[in-house]
């Protein structure tokens, strides 16, 4: 079986609070996964373990075959649920930036994308809206040519216009060998996208399936599916 | 890769320090011009009095700008360590295809750039407000002083040229790393990471300035050895002392560097 993502009795506390429990894991390449799951369950723990921003208590991690790395940080391409631009930068120095460090970053799709927002490259980011920051946080993700994307909560906290910017820009972009983990709330937004889905409670997997077989084996839509399983 | 991340480190670095750079130049140059107003002996009182109150002002300016330029350049280096690492910026730099070591040497190599710049700025303010004949005399003294020490004793000389350099440039090297692991062990709480840092900083430094006086009061009292080797031979004392100082710098940098590194790696804390 071709392994991108394999994570094996990963484990992760935070002082005495286990936000990830034995969590055992296999993603294959040229799937849309989502990453579903309530407040709390271990979603961006997890993501952070992937992207080598946090270190496992205990288990490992592999990604394409090797330990989180600064190998690995060049395949992965991560969009974070918080606004990581330097304000002094422009959007022209920003792309220059990603161009420099990742060797699988297009450039001209990039700017394409900036310009069919209407953001002149010249623009401070400091300046930019908050939706626009977001956006060129995702396109700069997007333009990479990563192996494994991952997003954490790209569609919270937006209009419904820019959910659907957000999701078709994912859709559109993405290198078609490679897979995107997307963690979410609005599993409505996004069901029509998703090859997979996996439910995380408690730090630990609790489901992982393609969407159709879910469908085929409950009868209800993921997003029915995750009201039931996480009803209080 | 270094280069590369040295490269985004130095717009930050130069935008919040520049200005700083060019005020003590502004209050070096506003002095050199005061003094073109020097007083002449029928002065009035009331000119007089006004004369001297700026001529101090921007003497104690110039001084405090100075100092302002020498530590500051080293708390921005300090911030920008922390931001770029530590805040939400180190969601990008943290993912960026670099290890944690390359990360610390290129903050450490832009970081000696701009205290190098520092030193720089407040040697050229220097020339800027001594400029005219004070200037010529003042480059003079130091060549006769040094031309002396270099006929008297010329290997001795060079010895302590390289010994003072190489103990400035590891000062601020261990100075720098040292507060890169006060961030870093800072940056470990969930709450008021700076004040953390700050409070560690100075907990160091104070164990250090007890250390340092200890082993002072130490060579004081240590009787008749350490005043008769003064005596006979100052130069072999002041060469230990010089690679004395130079190995605790040492000692400082390394473990600084493997303490940033091990948080960097093992212990980041993202808000």
Known sequence: MNELLRCEGLTKRYGGVLALNNLNLIIEPGKIIGLLGPNGAGKTTLIKLICGILMPSSGRILIDGNIPSAETKSIVSYLPDVNYLNRWMTVEQIINMFSDFYSDFRPQLAYSMIQNLGINKTSRLSVLSKGNKEKVCLILTMSRGAKLYVLDEPIAGVDPATRDYIISTIINNYNKEASVLISTHLIADIESVLDEVIFIKNGTVVLHNTVDGLREQHGMSVDELFREVFKW | ?271
């Not at chain 2, 490269?7 to 506003?30: E, N, Q, T």
């Not at chain 2, 000119?47 to 080293?74: H, K, N, P, R």
């Not at chain 2, 010994?163 to 590891?170: D, P």
């Open chain 2, 1 to 271: 890769m270094v280069r590369k991340l040295i490269k985004y480190d130095f717009i930050p670095l130069l935008r919040l320090l520049l200005p700083a750079y060019l005020v003590l130049f502004g209050v070096a140059l506003i002095n050199r011009l005061i003094q073109l107003f020097e007083l002449v002996e029928d002065s009035s009182d009331s000119f007089s009095m006004i004369y001297e109150m700026l001529f101090s002002s921007s003497i104690v300016l110039y001084c405090l700008g100075i100092a302002v330029c020498t530590v500051m350049t080293l708390i921005v280096c300090a911030i920008r360590f922390y931001q770029a690492l530590y805040s939400n910026e180190g969601y990008l730099n943290n993912t960026l295809p670099v290890t944690p070591s390359q990360h610390i040497f290129a903050k450490l190599l832009s970081s000696l750039i701009f205290c190098a710049f520092s030193i720089v700025t407040i040697f050229l303010s220097f020339v800027v407000l001594t400029f005219g004949e004070l200037n010529i005399e003042i480059f003079k003294a130091i060549g006769y002083l040094l031309n002396r020490a270099i006929v008297a004793d010329a290997a001795n000389t060079f010895m302590f040229i390289i010994e003072i350099t190489i103990t400035i440039i590891f000062g601020y090297i261990s100075m720098l790393l040292l507060l890169f692991t006060c961030v870093s062990i800072g940056q470990l709480a969930n709450k008021r990471k700076i004040l953390l840092s700050v409070g560690v900083f100075f907990g160091i430094y104070t164990i250090g300035q007890f250390a340092a006086t200890a082993l002072f009061i130490g060579l004081a009292i240590s009787g008749y050895a350490v005043h008769e080797w003064i005596e006979n031979n100052p130069a072999q004392f002041f060469h230990c002392f010089f690679v004395l100082l130079f190995t605790a710098e040492i000692i400082v940098s390394f473990t600084g560097y493997f303490l940033s590194k091990y948080l960097l790696t093992k212990k980041l804390n993202l808000a």
